[in-house]
T-cell receptor, first 115, second 114 residues
Framework: QQQVKQSPQSLIVQKGGISIINCAYENTAFDYFPWYQQFPGKGPALLIA?????SEKKEGRFTISFNKSAKQFSLHIMDSQPGDSATYFCAASKYGSGNTGKLIFGQGTTLQVKP | DVKVTQSSRYLVKRTGEKVFLECVQDMDHENMFWYRQDPGLGLRLIYF???????EKGDIPEGYSVSREKKERFSLILESASTNQTSMYLCASSFPGTGGYEQYFGPGTRLTVT
């Protein structure tokens, strides 16, 4: 019930292409879904997040698509650039006060964007 | 600027040694977390703390303990290091506000146990 499953484990995309990473969750109590980006030698950092009241959120070239009925969400990176090469983690938690702020992370996807 | 620092970037220890990993945050955050990161397994929560001297087990607490004597500092302790504890260890902190809880991560400590 607490798992978040992420796929693929690794992804190679040509520059200018679209990168797509998928996640699925089990716990219907989750209502906050962030994506974290980690560059080599650095800790993860928040990239973009979505709540279930919308089906899509876009920030620049990064878009989260959310399907509540399927309990799935995905990250799309449009016009992928070599600088996007990093490890991406999806996560899930409950939103709002009174919570510990625990995030359940997916397994991670290593993205390589080839020039 | 938000900052989470970890005492070492790389650490090599021998089997059976007691190991201390230190994490300090300068954001006055209540919540602090210790994760280990392994390829294909993602970030797995070892312990977290939501206040000074308070701690809760995460998903993989076996072989680890923690200490939080001051708000800004959260220590991870490997009582008797074993080779299966070779990993990247990440510390994070967050503020328990009324919204989503952005976690701020340190750069990680790569621990090798030989």
């Amino acid at each position: 019930q607490q798992q978040v499953k992420q796929s693929p484990q690794s992804l190679i995309v040509q520059k200018g292409g679209i990168s797509i990473i998928n996640c699925a969750y089990e716990n219907t109590a989750f209502d906050y879904f962030p994506w974290y980006q980690q560059f080599p030698g650095k800790g993860p950092a928040l990239l973009i997040a979505i709540r279930p009241d919308v089906s899509e959120k876009k920030e620049g070239r990064f878009t989260i698509s959310f399907n509540k009925s399927a309990k799935q969400f995905s990250l799309h990176i449009m016009d992928s650039q070599p600088g996007d090469s990093a490890t991406y983690f999806c996560a899930a938690s409950k939103y709002g006060s009174g919570n510990t702020g625990k995030l359940i992370f997916g397994q991670g996807t290593t993205l390589q964007v080839k020039p | 600027d938000v900052k989470v620092t970890q005492s070492s970037r790389y650490l090599v220890k021998r089997t059976g040694e007691k190991v201390f990993l230190e994490c300090v945050q300068d954001m006055d955050h209540e919540n602090m977390f210790w994760y280990r990161q392994d390829p294909g397994l993602g970030l797995r929560l070892i312990y977290f703390s939501y206040d000074v001297k308070m701690k809760e087990k995460g998903d993989i607490p076996e072989g680890y303990s923690v200490s939080r004597e001051k708000k800004e500092r959260f220590s991870l302790i490997l009582e008797s290091a074993s080779t299966n504890q070779t990993s990247m260890y990440l510390c994070a902190s967050s503020f328990p506000g009324t919204g989503g809880y952005e976690q701020y991560f340190g750069p990680g400590t790569r621990l090798t146990v030989t």
